[in-house]
């Protein structure tokens, strides 16, 4: 079965730390640029960070920069998000996703596959 | 940033009425446009890539249109399982942005 699984989501105190991982099977992780994205509780959607095949390419939004980390193990066919410096405002749920391309054009890709999330609560 | 601005943000409909969401960019974005379904409690789920293109098992009652700053979802009869939040997002440049949202409700 084509799926992807977090894991990781939990109770972290300001300032604190957390490493997210997502577990891709079904599908040849290795040829797929992977995403995450993420959801405040009762809010909309909010994109995080981006990686190439290879890890050779990263991109964050501006708000995760510095703080947050995305790779992957392409041996393990698992993604991993490690984020430090934890801020009231990250709590929300972690959606780890797959990007297909379409046909026209480098811009033309979208988020094709999605796990069910977890969730990371940022509280004292 | 692209600024991504969705409307309706709710909606009431009825069963088999046409459905009409609009999502407006601060900027041209190609047709670098897509859509996406969320029903409480799940993930996003891809309808429309490309701004017109429809995603491999989503019923063709759904489809995208537009171009430059101005893109439509169009649900041609709505369905009692169509109740659920509609996103926009671009694809064009980062960083990615999404709209709002627009909350679909069946009378």
């Known amino acids: 079965e084509v799926q992807l699984v977090e894991s990781g989501g939990d109770l972290v105190q300001p300032g604190g730390s957390l490493r997210l991982s997502c577990a891709a099977s079904?599908?040849?992780?290795?040829?797929?640029?992977m995403s995450w994205v993420r959801q405040a509780p009762g809010k909309g959607l909010e994109w995080v960070a981006n990686i190439k095949q290879d890890g050779s390419e990263k991109y964050y939004v501006d708000s995760v920069k510095g703080r947050f980390t995305i790779s992957r193990d392409n041996a393990k066919s698992s993604l991993y998000l490690q984020m430090n410096s934890l801020r009231a405002e990250d709590t929300a749920v972690y959606y780890c996703?797959?990007?297909?391309?379409?046909?026209?054009?480098?811009?033309?890709?979208?988020?094709?596959?999605w796990g069910r999330g977890t969730l990371v609560t940022v509280s004292s | 940033d692209i600024q991504m601005t969705q409307s309706p943000s709710s909606l009431s409909a009825s069963v088999g009425d046409r459905v009409t969401i609009t999502c407006r960019t601060s900027q041209s974005i190609t047709r670098y446009f897509n859509w996406y379904q969320q029903k409480p409690g799940e993930a996003p789920k891809v309808l429309i890539y490309?701004?017109?293109s429809l995603q491999s098992g989503v019923p063709s009652r759904f489809s995208g249109s537009g171009s430059g700053t101005v893109y439509t979802l169009t649900i041609s009869s709505l369905q009692p399982e169509d109740s659920a939040t509609y996103y926009c997002?671009?694809?064009?440049?980062?960083?990615?942005?999404f709209g709002q949202g627009t909350r679909l409700e069946i009378k």
């Open positions: 079904g599908f040849t992780f290795s040829s797929y640029w």
């Open positions: 996703a797959r990007i297909d391309f379409g046909a026209s054009g480098p811009g033309d890709w979208y988020f094709a596959l």
């Open positions: 997002q671009q694809s064009h440049s980062l960083p990615i942005t």
């Open positions: 490309g701004a017109s």
